[in-house]
């Protein structure tokens, strides 16, 4: 994963710069400390997926461009065969599988989500838009503010992210699928 955050940072500072935005306008568009900001320019720090699309908007260009280094090419339907989506490892503990990446001008950010077990709370994060959740193996527990959820295999939530939340995996691996709107 190093080598990925790596190269992913090196495209948003080569944009930034392309752009000539300096790191402290970036910052203030997508609500961080400057030195916040500069750690994930570098690489020092993981870029959690919520700042990355943050990022994308305040840079113009598709959250693909970011991840892959290309821009997305449908525009009427795409198409991701099963275990061919690109690999977005943001949050420790959470593996992110998008799976609409090659579509244009997308709305909706679909993700395949995979959690390990473990004891650790999840943590809480926030973005934009709207949240759409739906558990395909395993429970998970769905963390909303100070409420928690169990989800098993079939069940969905719906849920506005800007309200702090986390997911994690009760009893084992689990896996869902989330669909962001932001």
């Excluded at 260009?61 to 280094?69: R, S």
Aim: net charge negative.
């Amino acid at each position: 994963m190093g080598n990925e955050l790596q190269q992913v940072a090196n495209r948003i500072r080569e944009l930034r710069e392309i752009l000539e935005i300096e790191p402290n306008q970036v910052a203030a568009q997508v609500n961080l400390p400057l030195q916040t900001y500069l750690d994930y320019e570098n690489a020092s720090e993981d870029i959690p997926i919520g700042v990355l699309y943050a990022v994308a908007g305040v840079l113009q260009v598709d959250p693909t461009v970011l991840l892959t280094g290309a821009e997305p090419r449908m525009n009427d339907y795409t198409i991701v065969r099963g275990g061919k989506g690109i690999a977005v490892e943001r949050y420790p503990g959470y593996s992110f599988i998008s799976l609409a990446y090659n579509y244009r001008g997308r709305d909706m950010e679909p993700m395949l989500v995979t959690l390990g077990a473990n004891d650790t709370p999840a943590e809480l994060v926030t973005h934009g838009g709207q949240e759409f959740n739906y558990v395909l193996e395993g429970t998970v527990a769905v963390t909303i503010n100070q409420h928690e959820f169990l989800l098993h295999a079939g069940d969905c939530i719906y849920f506005n992210p800007r309200n702090p939340h986390g997911q994690k995996a009760v009893g084992g691996d689990a896996r869902f699928i989330t669909i962001i709107n932001e």
